[in-house]
């Protein structure tokens, strides 16, 4: 009954929470005004600025923020306790993440659409520009490989989720020609096209799970290459998702970006629903059993398992406050917004929407875990070439409760020994079960919540490698780069440089793809870290105004505090820092970097602080007025 409690208690927490505290900070604090032109308006170019519904908008905006983030961290992070987590969430995502997404979006959407790095220059200094673009540079490049590799791995131990996650592109351009040159309503064809994703989910689990470690063996036995060289299962699907993102991302966003996110969006609506029904009927009938699967606050940890402080804070990101955010609120979403006052709608409610997907996250990695371990066997009369068996225990009896919830998190070996795969399977694990509960077979039932995670995942790929390029341009034109002010250009310097960072093997005899994981602990870091300096801008923002920043100073401080002990952390500890260890070499200089440039920043901000209350920003250049046909035939100023 207590997952069940905690799963409603929490939706109707953030209910309440988007009609008080999001209302107010929209009407009192940034004092939102459709009579103001909004970028998407006064920049058209139906390339990057395309008004668009707030419905749409969402749909984009909430796949972009809630890749692996929010299923990733919050798997690790109940090795500490779920209450812990859970408490961070609720709490982090109404008053920290959330107020972070509205800062960046309503910033940027008064700042012509210029990403937060850009505004930065002219709220604090040119120097805090540059600093910030380059943090965003390193943050967007971890971000990149990364996220190559999770979704790669899900493809490898997974195969079922292939065929469901790719059928959304051709699927999501044929919308965006469909609404966009024909004119036709987006509803329907969005239905219709989550329709067929979910019937090749199906046919994923049944019929044609597309896996391709048979053919990348025959291809390494007849190259003469072994399984530790650069080919292999990981690294294709990464190099594969790499190409993809180049294209996706210099396409006009209405081809691709806005439909698939739509669709998606519908996708995780539909599955969140399922999940909430499947938590409902388990809680209720004692299926899911959350005090006896997981520890509440966990008495045992591995011995080499980091400190709860101030690591908890930097393991769940998004789903409570996350700086790629930041990114996709000024980078992407300010650029498309119709209207200023659908930015609560856009960018507070997302964020609690994330935050409730990271709760649902949480209780399937703990109750929906416990509610029965199983492991994959192969079989060739079996849909699909293999089955799921329940996990037995030494007495034959099927492994639950406390048992299948150690099963999973291997309690009692090393910290670093819980891999990728276990992070992302014990989601898919639990959620599986949920599903269970209300008749849906476990096979499909995987299948559901393996091309959730990839597709969300992609979503915020895709959209990283178009955020990169931004911000490679904005450094180019910076460093008077000329080549690399070119999309194209950057675009594909962004993605070459992410595939060799994702393709670096952990060490000398290792498969190509491992190296790029260990960089997990940078990112997390790295990201807190920008949510920080983000926090920075907004402040500075209201600070010139003499509006409240209190709601924002807190929160700034917590991000730019805790990120940082967690990295001197990771730098210096005894057992396990980067300083002085063999192979980790690459990691302690870039630690330092990022501390120094934080650093950096924060003595700039202190040294204009005290001279700028009250006191407006240099304004924006004249726009040049250049005559555009949009895709309405209407036409609109650009420069």
């Given at each position: ?10 939706f109707?927490g ?8 999001g ?23 139906d ?11 969402f749909?984009?905006?909430?796949t ?10 919050p ?7 779920w ?15 959330a ?10 959407l008064r ?25 965003l540079?390193m943050?967007?490049t971890?971000v990149l ?12 131990d997974?195969p ?12 999501a351009?044929?919308?965006?020609f ?10 329907v ?18 019929a ?7 053919p990348?063996a ?36 209405w ?8 669709v ?45 402080w101030p ?9 409570a ?65 293999y089955r ?5 225990e ?23 020994d819980?891999?990728?795969?276990n992070?992302v ?8 079960n ?17 091309v ?5 995942a992609?979503?915020t ?6 955020l ?11 460093l ?46 790295t ?38 002990w ?15 260890q063999?192979?980790?070499q ?9 501390l ?27 726009l ?5 046909a ?10």
């Amino acid at each position: 009954m207590l997952t069940l409690l905690i799963a409603v208690g929490a939706f109707v927490g953030y209910l309440i929470a988007y009609h008080t505290y999001g209302r107010w900070l929209s009407r009192k604090i940034f004092q939102l005004d459709d009579t103001n032109v909004v970028p998407s308006h006064e920049l058209r170019d139906d390339v990057d600025f395309v008004p668009t519904k707030r419905q749409v908008i969402f749909g984009h905006h909430f796949t972009s923020i809630a890749g692996t983030g929010p299923i990733v961290g919050p798997a690790i992070a109940v090795f500490w306790g779920w209450l812990p987590a859970l408490i961070w969430v609720f709490v982090g995502s109404i008053f920290i993440g959330a107020v972070h997404d509205f800062g960046a979006l309503v910033v940027s959407l008064r700042n012509r659409g210029q990403t937060v790095g850009e505004v930065a220059g002219r709220l604090i200094s040119p120097r805090a520009r540059v600093l910030f673009l380059v943090i965003l540079f390193m943050a967007l490049t971890v971000v990149l490989a990364i996220f190559g590799l999770v979704i790669a791995s899900i493809f490898k131990d997974y195969p079922e989720s292939v065929l469901g996650t790719w059928i959304s592109l051709p699927l999501a351009v044929a919308i965006g020609f469909w609404v966009y040159k024909k004119g036709g309503g987006i509803l329907v064809p969005s239905l219709i096209a989550l329709a067929i994703v979910y019937l090749c989910i199906w046919l994923g689990a049944y019929a044609v799970p597309i896996d391709i470690a048979a053919p990348v063996a025959k291809l390494q036995t007849s190259l003469g290459i072994g399984t530790s060289g650069f080919l292999n299962v990981i690294t294709m699907w990464t190099f594969v998702l790499l190409v993809y993102c180049f294209v996706a991302s210099v396409l006009p966003v209405w081809v691709m970006l806005q439909p698939r996110d739509y669709v998606n969006s519908h996708q995780l609506v539909v599955a969140l629903g399922l999940l909430m029904i499947g938590v409902v009927v388990a809680g209720a009938t004692g299926a899911a059993n959350l005090e006896e699967s997981a520890p509440m606050i966990a008495s045992s940890l591995p011995s080499d398992a980091p400190p709860i402080w101030p690591f908890l804070f930097i393991t769940i990101a998004c789903g409570a406050c996350s700086g790629f955010h930041c990114l996709v609120s000024s980078g992407t979403t300010s650029k498309q917004i119709e209207k200023e006052s659908d930015a609560q709608y856009v960018a507070y409610g997302s964020m609690l929407l994330e935050g409730g997907l990271a709760i649902m996250v949480i209780l399937a990695c703990c109750a929906g875990v416990g509610m029965g371990a199983f492991e994959k066997v192969d079989d060739a009369t079996a849909g699909g070439g293999y089955r799921w068996e329940a996990r037995l225990e030494a007495d034959g009896s099927h492994a639950t409760g406390a048992a299948a919830w150690n099963a999973q998190y291997n309690i009692g070996k090393k910290w670093g020994d819980f891999k990728l795969s276990n992070k992302v399977g014990a989601f898919v694990n639990g959620g599986a079960n949920f599903l269970t509960s209300i008749g849906i077979p476990l096979k499909l039932g995987i299948s559901v919540i393996a091309v959730l995670v990839a597709c969300f995942a992609a979503t915020t790929l895709d959209s990283a490698t178009r955020l990169q390029r931004y911000v490679v341009q904005e450094l180019a034109g910076t460093l008077k780069i000329k080549p690399l002010e070119n999309k194209y250009v950057a675009t594909a310097f962004a993605v070459m440089l992410a595939g060799f960072v994702a393709a670096m093997p952990a060490a000398e005899g290792m498969p190509a793809g491992t190296g790029g994981l260990i960089l997990w602990p940078l990112f997390g870091a790295t990201n807190q870290l920008l949510a920080g300096l983000a926090f920075m801008v907004t402040m500075f923002y209201l600070w010139r105004r003499n509006k409240p920043v209190w709601f924002v100073a807190i929160p700034m401080t917590i991000m730019l505090i805790m990120p940082a002990w967690a990295m001197l952390w990771q730098l210096f500890n005894a057992e396990s820092g980067w300083y002085g260890q063999d192979g980790s070499q690459h990691l302690f200089v870039t630690g330092i970097l990022i501390l120094g440039i934080q650093f950096w920043m924060i003595v700039e901000a202190l040294i204009v602080l005290p001279r700028v209350k009250g006191v407006a920003e240099e304004g924006l250049p004249p726009l040049k007025k250049v005559i555009l046909a949009g895709a309405d035939g209407s036409s609109g100023p650009n420069c």
